[in-house]
T-cell receptor, first 119, second 115 residues
Framework: AQKITQTQPGMFVQEKEAVTLDCTYD???????LFWYKQPSSGEMIFLIY??????QNATEGRYSLNFQKARKSANLVISASQLGDSAMYFC????????????????FGQGTILTVHP | EAGVAQSPRYKIIEKRQSVAFWCNPI?????LYWYQQILGQGPKLLIQ????????DSQLPKDRFSAERLKGVDSTLKIQPAKLEDSAVYLC?????????????FGPGTRLTVL
């Protein structure tokens, strides 16, 4: 079974500074994917970044980067130059094969981290 | 490109009543997911469809929840009868396929309150 752990219920950061949101995962499958989603107060889930288990380099998407440490089973999200609009809930999620091995689509989510950006 | 559509956005019912939610995925997306998100928690997968077939419904409470995806496009999720603990946001998502790196696109969700 897959498990995602986000140990920071809440984080605060000053505008224009960088912040790291922690995520650790557990799976016995060698093939898996790691995602970060942002959920503003309006409720929609917004995809931020993806890292595959066989990817050699850390993923980057604009101000977002994923610090992937496979041996430690961690996939921390780094947001550089924080903006007020970054204030939201952030979820780490993992996809892995389902029980029958017929699909990788199922996402297992962590509990989330609420990020507050101060002006 | 239109996103994932869901309706209604909000629903309030009394326990033991029935309720249905509708989802229209992004055009051409073969895979459709229903997630339940209880307040303060991450979403939990209820059911996954590939075209009009069920791929994974291992976490769907089948005694009260049902879902269908006729013709492999729109989907409905039904709860009958509802319990207080069903109060949650129900999120529909779609992806082009069910491969490892497929991004899931989420709809705005339906917020259900069971009184």
């Amino acid at each position: 079974a897959q498990k995602i752990t986000q140990t920071q219920p809440g984080m605060f950061v000053q505008e224009k500074e960088a912040v790291t949101l922690d995520c650790t995962y557990d799976t016995s499958d060698p093939s898996y994917g790691l995602f970060w989603y942002k959920q503003p107060s309006s409720g929609e889930m917004i995809f931020l970044i993806y890292q595959g288990s066989y990817d050699q380099q850390n993923a980057t998407e604009g101000r977002y980067s994923l610090n992937f440490q496979k041996a430690r089973k961690s996939a921390n999200l780094v947001i550089s130059a924080s903006q007020l609009g970054d204030s939201a809930m952030y979820f780490c999620a993992m996809s892995a094969p389902n029980a029958g091995g017929t699909s990788y689509g199922k996402l297992t989510f962590g509990q989330g981290t609420i990020l507050t950006v101060h002006p | 490109e239109a996103g994932v559509a869901q309706s209604p956005r909000y629903k309030i019912i009394e326990k033991r009543q029935s309720v249905a939610f509708w989802c229209n995925p992004i055009s051409g997306h073969a895979t459709l997911y229903w997630y339940q998100q209880i307040l303060g928690q991450g979403p939990k997968l209820l059911i996954q469809f590939q075209n009009n077939g069920v791929v994974d419904d291992s976490q769907l409470p089948k005694d009260r929840f049902s879902a269908e995806r006729l013709k492999g496009v729109d989907s409905t999720l039904k709860i009958q009868p509802a319990k207080l603990e069903d109060s949650a946001v129900y999120l529909c998502a779609s992806s082009p396929d069910r491969g490892l790196g497929n991004e899931q696109f989420f709809g705005p969700g339906t917020r259900l309150t069971v009184l």
